[in-house]
């Protein structure tokens, strides 16, 4: 294989690594599934409230996606605000984690409207038969975005994304800029003699 080919290999196994470590991530997170409903779950005049929400087995697996809108006038990149959530049915808790919302890495309404939301994924659950789970939001101290609205997202039959292929994507990614870099740079062109 020539330097040539070699490189088109590279790029390649460069692209497949960004898909893998990046794009597909993004998109199982964001587009799998289908959308059962959003759910308020902070209001500025009412706070935070818990929301009960009947799951069955047919919409197995349900993606927890959780938006965070804020029309905050802060100009710190530094701006963040943490939700804690907890996931429980029939006295068990499913889901226990912390939510990061970064200000400096807004949502797609932003700008135009001053409206910013950042979204976070809470995780996946499976439901077994029809079971009512209750979603229940605490907010954190040290938070400087303040909210204007919170929404729970619901995605159901959403695709489960293993991280172990995320991993494996970003060493494909490596690989390829590594393998393009060494492949690129050459001897040089030496010159005959008595030139």
């Not at 080919?5 to 893998?20: M, P, Y």
Request: hydrophobic share 40%.
């Amino acid at each position: 294989m020539g330097k040539t080919g070699l490189r088109k290999f590279f790029i390649i196994l460069g692209i497949a690594g960004l898909v893998l470590a990046v794009i597909y991530p993004f998109a199982v997170q964001n587009f799998g599934g289908y959308r059962l409903g959003a759910h308020e779950v902070y209001s500025s005049g009412g706070g935070f409230r818990t929301v009960d929400v009947e799951l069955s087995d047919e919409e197995d697996p349900v993606r927890i996606l959780v938006d965070y809108h804020s029309n905050s006038k802060t100009s710190s990149v530094m701006a963040s605000a943490t939700l804690s959530i907890r996931v429980e049915s029939d006295g068990k808790e499913m889901i226990a984690r912390d939510l990061e919302f970064i200000h400096s890495t807004p949502g797609e309404d932003s700008v135009h409207t001053g409206n910013y939301v950042y979204r976070a994924t809470a995780g996946v659950i499976h439901p077994v038969g029809v079971k009512t789970y209750h979603f229940s939001f605490e907010p954190k101290k040290g938070t400087s975005l303040t909210p204007d609205r919170v929404e729970l997202i619901l995605m159901a039959s959403a695709i489960e994304w293993d991280p172990r292929g995320q991993l494996l994507g970003y060493g494909l990614l490596a690989l390829g800029m590594i393998g393009f870099v060494i492949s690129t740079v050459g001897k040089g062109n030496k010159q005959p003699p008595g030139s």
